[in-house]
């Protein structure tokens, strides 16, 4: 993109203050940080592979065949974790896509409480779950210590989501489930800086979580499902998928909020609780700061190989 362009750009989509003690922010649960993850972006990892430039890629229909469902539905976070709901998601997606291809048995979709007290009290050091999180530290968790599942484990019940479950005090106490979620662990993470990067891991079916301060108070979809940021949040958000085909470029963006935070005209049986971005805002969400990363290779069923 040349100079003028990224200019006429960020005038549509101003840039976010990487201070917002000054700012009216809503915090979902996610911690801005600019500090750079010691990982590979994804160029780096799979320079070979397709960039997706001018295509279309969705990651929900996989999630909704696995599922049984003709719309996925939307998480609905009931405490600061939108981390760990958009990770718990992307994790099911990854997990779902192979599943498909490669034949492979299901689980069941993740225990975003193990999540949220992995990525905030053992990676992140907190002494409590009344809080959020980096995305990085939700991400390196499932990478280093793995899923559990939504079911009942010997003295926890993981079946319905429910917040305050995320209060587990140490791993230390819970052998078991350590044991058990050694056992399905994200296999590659990759950093991802612009959109190009995450339209190429998107086009290889690896689904993008990150964070952004860009917010969307009283969002409604358009005629073509688009949305427009209103507002400061600090929030987790997933890509589920991209369409560089369309007269107006989007990436899909999925919520936490249940599926009646945005309303309006849907597109390719978009699942409820989502729309769509223009590419140019996608663009600027990631930039804001360093802490998006796309998810591949999980180790909870044979992996697909991007190379």
């Not at 223009?278 to 290779?297: G, H, R």
Request: charged fraction near 25%; aromatic fraction near 12%.
């Amino acid at each position: 993109m040349i100079r003028r362009e990224f200019l006429k750009v960020a005038a549509a989509f101003p840039l976010m203050p990487y201070d917002l003690r000054l700012e009216k922010v809503r915090d979902f649960g996610y911690i801005p940080s600019n500090e750079i993850a010691d990982l590979p972006t994804f160029e780096e990892q799979f320079p070979r592979v397709a960039d997706g430039k001018g295509g279309v890629s969705l990651l929900h229909p996989y999630l909704q065949k696995i599922l049984c469902v003709q719309a996925l539905k939307a998480h609905h976070q009931k405490g600061p974790d939108c981390v760990s709901q958009a990770t718990g998601l992307s994790n099911d997606t990854v997990a779902a896509i192979q599943v498909i291809l490669r034949n492979q048995r299901w689980n069941g979709k993740a225990a975003t409480e193990w999540i949220h007290f992995g990525g905030r009290c053992v990676v992140g050091k907190s002494n409590n779950i009344n809080g959020g999180s980096r995305i990085i530290y939700a991400c390196k968790f499932i990478q280093d210590y793995g899923i559990l599942f939504r079911k009942a484990y010997p003295k926890i019940n993981f079946t319905n989501y429910k917040f305050d479950r995320a209060a587990l005090g140490s791993l230390d106490k819970w052998p078991n489930l350590v044991k058990q979620a050694a056992k399905h662990k994200m296999g590659k993470l990759t950093r991802i800086r612009s959109w190009e990067e995450a339209r190429a891991a998107l086009r290889n079916l690896c689904p993008v979580v990150f964070g952004s301060t860009y917010g969307f108070d009283g969002a409604k979809r358009d005629k073509d499902g688009f949305g427009k940021p209103n507002g400061t949040w600090r929030h987790a958000w997933m890509f589920m998928g991209y369409d560089e085909r369309f007269e107006r470029k989007g990436a899909l963006l999925m919520n936490s909020h249940g599926d009646i935070k945005f309303k309006g005209p849907k597109r390719h049986n978009q699942p409820k609780g989502s729309l769509w971005i223009d590419v140019e805002l996608a663009d600027l969400m990631i930039k804001t700061y360093s802490d998006a990363y796309a998810l591949s290779e999980y180790v909870g069923t044979k992996p697909l190989r991007l190379y």
